[in-house]
């Protein structure tokens, strides 16, 4: 099998492993469909808010095992920084964008962390330290989420070595976690969004 070739099979496995609709199918264990429930987000926050904890810290550590297992094996494999990234990337636009739901999912803030912390342990642990003191101080979980998509490319660049596609990927996944979360940030700036513990609005949809 060419390079190419190879590359593009682990992208679309990648793809597909993100797909796994995590948030949506424990909420169906316990007779509810996410999707119409509260955010109408299928990822742990809104898990956490409308079916309950154990359900939502299932999603969280799944959704980060995806994009930590899809990352890593190309690495294993051998294939080459480019192919890492592109298929750690295809992993969050799989969870992102569910080719089964429509091309709705999650946001991707968990398995952005798993693809990140198989390129870089200490970067990616480094970063979701500063997102949680975030959520833990202002009870913002996307503010926190969007500090931690920031801080990862920040921390690589003060690092002394890394392959450029790594940086290429931390931006890139930066960059998808501020536009998932576009009605998060309107929402912050006119004090509408809910913090952790606080019920979802019923008339708003979509924001975790």
């Known amino acids: ?3 190419l070739a190879f590359t593009a099979t682990l992208m679309v496995t990648g793809y597909l492993l993100g797909t796994i609709p995590t948030g949506y199918l424990a909420a169906k ?4 469909d996410i999707q119409r429930v509260g955010s109408g987000n299928i990822g742990a926050t809104n898990v956490l808010r409308s079916v309950g904890i154990l359900p939502a ?3 969280a550590v799944v959704d980060l ?3 930590f297992v899809a990352t890593l094996l190309p690495q294993i494999l051998g294939l080459n920084p480019l192919g890492t990234a592109l298929t750690g990337l295809t992993t969050v636009l ?4 569910n080719l089964f739901l429509k091309l709705q999912g999650g946001k991707g803030i968990a398995t952005s962390f798993g693809v990140l912390l198989a ?10 330290l500063l997102g949680i003191i975030t959520i833990a101080t202002g009870r913002f979980v996307s503010l926190g989420s969007l500090v931690g998509a920031v801080s990862a490319p920040t921390l690589l660049i003060a ?3 890394f392959p450029t596609p790594h940086l290429y990927l931390f931006l890139a996944l930066t960059l998808l976690a501020f536009i998932q979360h576009q009605g998060n940030l309107a929402r912050l700036a006119t004090g509408k969004e809910p913090r952790l513990g606080e019920a979802t609005p019923p008339t708003s949809r979509r924001q975790e």
């Open 1 to 3: 099998m060419s390079d």
């Open 29 to 32: 264990v316990r007779g509810v």
């Open 57 to 59: 810290a299932v999603v």
């Open 65 to 67: 095992l995806k994009g």
């Open 94 to 97: 799989g969870n992102n964008f």
């Open 119 to 128: 390129i870089n342990p200490l970067v990616a642990g480094l970063a979701g």
């Open 159 to 161: 690092t002394t070595s």
